[in-house]
């Protein structure tokens, strides 16, 4: 079973930043990348940014330039910087791993999600 947990939500006005991180219970080279979402009540969830064990990394156009996702293996964690961020970021942030497993196949774990709210 493998574990995500995020952090660092909160409340953060435009032209501020803010750093979410998600950590794993497994050594995130393991996985085949993780990535992050965002969902606003009533809509679906949508990818914002992942980054790959390969050394790829992909961002949503709404966030290019202003997000910026880290993968830090000694933590086994993958951050998410969020530079001047704009309201309509608001969200619960949630972090997933695709996790390969022999005879099962892959497979995707998330995390509870961390709130994060900004005001203009």
């Known amino acids: 079973q493998v574990q995500l947990v995020e952090s660092g939500g909160g409340l953060v006005q435009t032209g501020g930043s803010l750093r979410l991180s998600c950590v794993a219970s497994?050594?995130?080279?393991?996985?085949?990348?993780i990535a992050w979402y965002r969902q606003v009540p009533g809509k679906q969830r949508d990818k914002v940014a992942q980054?790959?064990?390969?050394?790829?990394?992909w961002y949503a156009q709404s966030v290019k330039g202003r997000f910026t996702i880290f993968r830090d293996v000694s933590r086994n964690a993958i951050d998410l910087e969020m530079n001047n961020p704009k309201p309509e970021d608001t969200g619960v942030y949630s972090c997933m791993a695709s996790v390969f497993h022999e005879g099962l196949g892959w497979r995707e774990y998330w995390g509870q999600g961390t709130q994060v709210t900004v005001s203009s």
């Open positions: 980054s790959f064990t390969n050394g790829i990394t």
């Open positions: 497994i050594n995130i080279d393991s996985t085949e990348g």
